[in-house]
């Protein structure tokens, strides 16, 4: 099973009434059947030289007007994202999940491992995002960051949406009812299934993670930047500025205030860490000083100490190693030699001749 592929169909198939959720179940076993029939197509999808971008808008080209448009959504996207020598199974797989949702089965799916789960959700929030503007995408960002610090900063709701005893369907409830009718519908749909479709204990950190993949689909980079005073927009613009050279590509920037920093800015990017705060340099300068680097008459002595010592160990090591003539010149030697003794040699028989 390919989370992803869970995922997606799980946002396709969500809108759908029971009539059209029937009909897209009947043309995925269709689509399936063919694949495995089709002895070309089935070549063309599991070559691994062809790309998955290429492999996705083969399949959805060649079902375009055939079957539903929902359909066709969900099995390009199974073709894309899945491995080329998987894509057979991954169909069989699809079409078999869909029928199942379309008899009543639970959509939220069982619980997965922390990559999986992640996994998942991203596949709901790329069939979301597809239906959505840009305008949209930055909004639906902010809502989901601004609602992840409220679960961060409030314990008794975290708990009810991380509650593994509650089930799943009482949880989107919690949420609904803080969040209809004061978010896009777009941003409840993301929240909904990254509470029953990530794992209960990870909700912040899955709905903080899928701020940052809107943010990948609008094309930007998410810097978190925790600061200990407030940042004014001169400031903001200049970090910013500078962050998106850092990165390569432009920046936006979600600030959180944390006094206990004091002053400075620490930036995560990426996998780029950046720690410009007045504790950070505080901590590094406990870490020095635990560590031996002061002494009574400043910092370095101990070091220096022992650089010294060091290097005169390896002098005296490098003084008692016997010199060995190079190998090459000493043959050259016996080369030489051995030339001279057959011209000597020569020179002896033609003068007896």
């Known amino acids: 099973m390919n989370p992803a592929i869970q995922g997606y169909a799980a946002a396709v198939v969500d809108p759908l009434s029971a009539d059209e ?26 070559d691994v030289a062809v790309p998955a971008r290429a492999r996705r808008a083969v399949l959805e080209e060649l079902l375009s007007d055939r079957v539903s448009a929902a359909a066709r959504r969900i099995a390009g996207f199974a073709a894309g994202s899945a491995h080329a020598q998987e ?35 991203g596949g709901y929030a790329t069939a979301v995002f597809e239906d959505v ?40 409830e919690v949420a609904d009812e803080l969040l209809a009718g004061k978010v896009q519908g777009a941003t409840l749909q993301l929240v909904d299934y990254a509470i029953v479709g990530g794992r209960p204990r990870d909700v912040v950190g899955t709905l903080e993670w899928l701020a940052e993949q809107t943010a990948v689909a609008r094309g930007w980079r998410v810097a978190h930047v925790r600061s200990g005073q407030e940042v004014d927009a001169e400031e903001r613009g200049k970090l910013e500025e500078t962050l998106s050279r850092l990165a390569g590509s432009p920046v936006e920037l979600q600030v959180t205030i944390d006094p206990a920093l004091l002053a400075g800015v620490n930036v995560e990017i990426g996998d780029l860490r950046l720690d410009a705060t007045a504790r950070g340099r505080l901590e590094r300068l406990r870490e020095h000083v635990l560590t031996g680097g002061w002494t009574d008459t400043g910092f370095g002595r101990l070091e220096r100490a022992a650089h010294r010592e060091a290097a005169q160990a390896a002098g005296a090591a490098a003084a008692e190693a016997p010199a060995e003539p190079p190998a090459d010149d000493a043959a050259a030697g016996t080369s030489t030699t051995e030339t001279t003794t057959n011209s000597m040699t020569t020179g002896t028989e033609r003068g007896a001749e």
């Open 21 to 46: 959720l029937r009909e897209t179940a009947a043309d995925l076993v269709s689509i399936d059947r063919l694949v495995r029939m089709n002895a070309v197509l089935r070549d063309a999808m599991t």
């Open 87 to 121: 894509v057979p199974a991954a169909l069989t797989w699809v079409a078999n999940h869909v029928r199942q949702l379309s008899e009543g089965a639970d959509q939220g799916g069982d619980v997965l491992g922390h990559r999986e789960s992640r996994q998942r959700v």
């Open 133 to 172: 503007g840009v305008p949209e995408l930055e909004e639906i960002e902010d809502e989901l960051f601004r609602f992840a610090r409220i679960v961060a900063s409030t314990p008794e709701l975290r708990h009810a949406l991380g509650d593994r005893d509650l089930p799943g369907q009482v949880r989107r």
